[in-house]
């Protein structure tokens, strides 16, 4: 399972790592140290607190990092639901949440998960799916 330091799970969430910093020392989400003694915060972790922050509106204080230039929403993978053809993936990209619709064999090549970085780019009324 991939892994992310304070620095990229704040770029993930929209807000500063020092927010990110208080909010793990808060207990708000889990870390754990590396064998270098960098604090990381897991994967599945970071997607389930990403949901959560953004579900319940909270005001973080900072103004939004994202922007409309090229429609690219970086974000992290939250839920990842596998058909026999088609798969449906959300990425939570700050306060916004994206749904993209396309086959299984497509996730599958990119070997996207729940806990993983990823791009969503938005294009008329499709969303593709970039590997970070």
């Excluded at 208080?22 to 003694?37: F, N, P, Q």
């Excluded at 639901?81 to 939570?92: F, P, T």
């Excluded at 990119?110 to 294009?123: F, P, S």
Aim: zero cysteines; a negative charge; aromatic letters at 4%.
């Amino acid at each position: 399972m991939q892994s992310y330091t304070i620095g990229q799970a704040a770029r993930l969430l929209g807000v500063s790592p020092d927010t990110a910093r208080r909010w793990a020392d808060a207990g708000r989400v889990a870390t754990h140290r590396d064998e270098s003694g960098r604090r990381l915060v897991d994967g599945r972790d970071l997607a389930a607190f990403s949901v959560e922050l953004a579900r319940s509106g909270d005001d973080t204080g900072e103004a939004a990092s994202y922007t409309s230039a090229r429609n690219a929403f970086p974000g992290i993978v939250t839920a990842v639901k596998l058909g026999d053809v088609a798969a449906q993936v959300e990425i939570q990209a700050g306060p916004h949440r994206l749904v993209s619709l396309l086959t299984r064999e497509a996730v599958e090549e990119l070997g996207l998960e729940v806990g993983m970085e990823a791009t969503a780019r938005v294009k008329s009324t499709n969303v593709h799916i970039d590997r970070a």
